[in-house]
């Protein structure tokens, strides 16, 4: 792939900040946080960044929250200050359209991570066809991968690399897998996939686990790695990538990033603009364990406090539902149907 | 009493479903099922169910429009062979019902706008099983104040949804975004949709957030919509409030689940169920005009 620069490099990194990072700052990053944190990224040698809403094209919503700025409008910011780094965006089908994908073509965008939950490939194929046919780098984003078996993975990723998908994520939403679980999976893809195709693998920390089984998907074949600095990002955050570079230097792979510039960016601009602190802790590490999708942590905290209920009551209720990434809607259900079974426990 | 002769096209889910529905109609006969595919399980069923079947596609049943009096046919195919579908049958005096996005026709929600169009079109688009589902809460809010915006997300059981409407999301979120202004009354509008492949299947859920333009009547705003509840029910036993109308400042949240009856696909595929549902009421609704003489059809010229 042309529009990315391997030199060097054994792992491509994409940084998450600006996009699963929206999560984390309730789509609240301003314009000028998105150049600082874009030109920072340029300057230490990360190859691709994500931006834009962080439920992607189309998120701008009552469902995901709406951003403070456009799609558009953190494109055009990210893209003056970027000089080698990729800028890639999030597209869901039944949320983004290919419109949209279009529109962040014209605003340059390079690259795109198109997403389905894991089981649900097949409603990728006309989106992924767009991205080829506008020269896009595409990676199809296999959500939720702990609900597919690693056989049913492999299938999946197999038909997004027929509809052209050049890539192939394992993406951890809930942050529940374990290095074993990672290595299965990247396994069965490097089986059925083509020669030609990458694999990537998107971690959530909710575990704490992110990097142990970044490196695991690595070591098993996958060469597409997402992270975020500082480790911005829905649940406990993605792999921080400043972390996950160290251990890289320290196994002799090279990621071609600087790694005294990501610490010094870490420190100096990501955790000053964290609302909370992002890390392991009881609602983010309890949807690690029930695999419950990372971006209803913080919905769930508002949900909660509005209704007097525990959000761990309400995330297990949910993963016990089997509820996925975009049904942000059930949180809320989810919560005034238990208050009408337990007022009617209280009654009985 | 001598019922009104119907055509179904395309033999995937919707148009299987259809069957059961349109026999027990007391105004609308089934009469033949079109397919592409000989060995699909839609074909088969028509034919055990008493149906004439083609493989052959919509030029296979044309030549038996005539003999057969069909003079309503319903299109379950895709937005992309519709237009062809429709302009042919028209040319021969039958009317279509659309369940694909294709949408060349008025959309059409039954208790909101349907005697509108009994009579008035040759040609009327049911927009989408989450349309069908939401627009009218949309439409009971609007009945009582104005709204900006409205959003609705469906969310739908993976075993429910077939390979058309897989490949082809972006035409059911612009079709139903589109509808949610035009017939939900909202200014402006926007339309999620979720496949969710949890096993067993989840019924299908629907919620749906209203902004008005001024704080919202509470009590008005909830009486319009549990009438609004009551008329769906009519023709969809299984629409059901789980929870609201929730007031937050000038948002409006409701959340609803549609149980299906459960003809071809089981109870969770309440999606399958209103979409059918809803384009057999308006086809009964037609066929009475047409059976009471009130409306005759005529073949279109179509330059």
């Known amino acids: 792939m042309s529009i990315i620069n391997r030199e060097g490099r054994q792992i491509i990194i994409q940084d998450m900040c600006l996009r699963d990072g929206m999560h984390a700052k309730r789509e609240q990053i301003s314009v000028e946080e998105m150049r600082t944190i874009a030109s920072a990224i340029d300057s230490a040698g990360v190859p691709m960044l994500q931006v834009g809403h962080g439920a992607g094209l189309g998120g701008n919503s009552l469902q995901h929250g709406f951003a403070l700025h456009s799609n558009e409008e953190y494109w055009d910011a990210v893209s003056e200050v970027i000089d080698k780094t990729v800028m890639s965006t999030l597209l869901i089908p039944g949320l983004g359209t290919m419109d949209e994908l279009r529109t962040a073509y014209k605003h340059g965008v390079r690259s795109v991570h198109v997403a389905t939950h894991c089981t649900e490939a097949d409603t990728s194929p006309q989106h992924i066809a767009c991205a080829r046919k506008l020269n896009m780098d595409v990676s199809g984003f296999l959500m939720m991968a702990h609900l597919n078996s690693p056989e049913g993975l492999a299938e999946q990723g197999k038909l997004m690399e027929s509809y052209g998908a050049q890539t192939i994520y394992i993406t951890d939403s809930a942050g529940h897998m374990l290095p074993s679980d990672v290595i299965e999976r990247v396994k069965k893809l490097r089986q059925v996939l083509g020669d030609d195709t990458e694999i990537g693998f998107h971690g959530h920390n909710n575990m704490g686990m992110s990097i142990a089984n970044s490196i695991a998907a690595v070591e098993a074949g996958a060469t597409r790695i997402d992270g975020s600095v500082g480790g911005l990002g829905a649940g406990a955050g993605n792999t921080p990538v400043e972390a996950f570079v160290a251990v890289c230097e320290r196994m002799g792979m090279g990621t071609g990033c600087d790694l005294f510039k990501l610490m010094d960016m870490a420190e100096d601009i990501i955790f000053p603009m964290m609302e909370h602190i992002v890390r392991v802790d009881r609602s983010s590490l309890v949807m690690g364990y029930a695999g419950v999708y990372s971006t209803f942590l913080l919905h769930a905290n508002r949900i909660g406090n509005k209704y007097g209920i525990p959000p761990r009551d309400i995330l297990v209720e949910l993963g016990r539902n089997k509820m996925i990434g975009g049904q942000e809607d059930m949180i809320e259900d989810t919560a005034l149907t238990m208050i009408k079974e337990r007022s009617l426990e209280v009654a009985v | ?303």
């Open chain 2, 1 to 303: 009493m001598a019922k009104i002769k119907c055509a179904l096209i395309g033999s995937g889910n919707i148009g299987t479903d259809l069957i059961y529905k349109i026999q027990r109609s007391e105004f609308l006969d089934p009469v033949w099922m079109v397919g592409i595919d000989r060995e699909s399980e839609g074909l088969k069923r028509a034919a055990e169910m008493g149906l004439k079947t083609t493989a052959e596609g919509i030029d296979g049943l044309l030549p038996h429009i005539e003999n057969d009096g069909v003079q309503i046919a319903f299109d379950a195919t895709s937005a992309y062979v519709h237009a062809e579908n429709s302009r042919k049958l028209n040319e021969l005096g039958v009317l279509v019902i659309d369940l694909t996005p294709a949408a060349i026709g008025p959309l059409c929600v039954p208790p909101i706008n349907l005697k509108e169009h009994a009579g008035n079109t040759m040609n009327v688009n049911m927009i989408s099983c989450a349309g069908q589902a939401t627009i009218p809460i949309v439409s009971a809010v609007a009945s009582i104040q104005s709204v900006d915006y409205a959003e609705i997300i469906a969310s739908l059981a993976s075993k429910s949804i077939g390979p058309g409407t897989r490949a082809n999301l972006d035409e059911f979120t612009y079709t139903t975004s589109n509808a949610i202004c035009k017939v939900g009354g909202a200014r402006r509008g926007k339309a999620l949709a979720i496949i969710n492949p949890a096993d067993p299947p989840m019924i299908m859920r629907n919620t749906i957030y209203c902004l008005t333009d001024d704080e919202p009547d509470q009590r008005k705003i909830t009486e319009s919509i549990l009438s609004m509840v009551g008329e769906v029910q009519k023709y969809v036993p299984g629409y059901k409030l789980v929870n609201g109308p929730v007031f937050d400042g000038r948002k409006v949240a409701v959340f609803m689940e549609v149980a299906g009856l459960g003809d071809y696909l089981p109870t969770y595929a309440g999606n399958l169920d209103i979409m059918t549902a809803s384009a057999c009421r308006t086809a009964e609704m037609i066929a009475q005009e047409m059976i009471a003489g009130r409306v005759e059809l005529k073949a279109e010229v179509v330059a």
